[in-house]
């Protein structure tokens, strides 16, 4: 994985404005490099206290982290989302990346 990519993740995740300041203790930077802690992320991603258009941004950012996750649906998360969060997924899309 390149650390590139994680600092690109990480600033996908500054850019959700509701899921910004949580999910990003996931991150550690360390001297030479960028962790990303995908657990405590999903943990995030599953709050009962998150709104709905919340829980599908931090599902889309586990959709990056690991293209596998089948927890997000993009049909769901253009109709739910506001323009700010989906201007950050047409930002992504427009030079897409994956980690």
Same mark, same amino acid.
């Given at each position: 994985?390149?650390?590139? =990519? &994680?600092? @690109? !993740? @990480? %600033? &996908?995740? *500054? =850019?959700?404005?509701?899921? $910004?300041?949580?999910g !990003? ?5 360390r001297? /030479?490099?960028i %962790?990303?802690d995908a !657990?405590?992320? @999903?943990k !995030? $991603?599953g709050d009962p +206290?998150l709104g709905h258009? /919340?829980?599908l941004?931090? =599902? ?5 982290w /690991?293209?596998? =996750?089948n /927890? ?8 739910? +989302?506001? %323009? *700010?969060? @989906?201007?950050v997924?047409? *930002? +992504?899309?427009e %030079?897409?990346f994956?980690c």
């Amino acid at each position: 994985m390149k650390a590139a =990519n &994680l600092e @690109r !993740l @990480r %600033d &996908l995740v *500054e =850019n959700f404005p509701a899921i $910004a300041e949580k999910g !990003l203790v996931a991150f550690k930077e360390r001297k /030479d490099r960028i %962790d990303f802690d995908a !657990l405590a992320f @999903r943990k !995030l $991603a599953g709050d009962p +206290w998150l709104g709905h258009g /919340d829980q599908l941004a931090a =599902n889309f950012v586990l959709s990056v982290w /690991d293209p596998k =996750n089948n /927890d997000f649906n993009i049909h769901e998360a253009l109709g739910t +989302w506001d %323009d *700010e969060h @989906r201007s950050v997924f047409v *930002e +992504w899309a427009e %030079d897409p990346f994956w980690c």
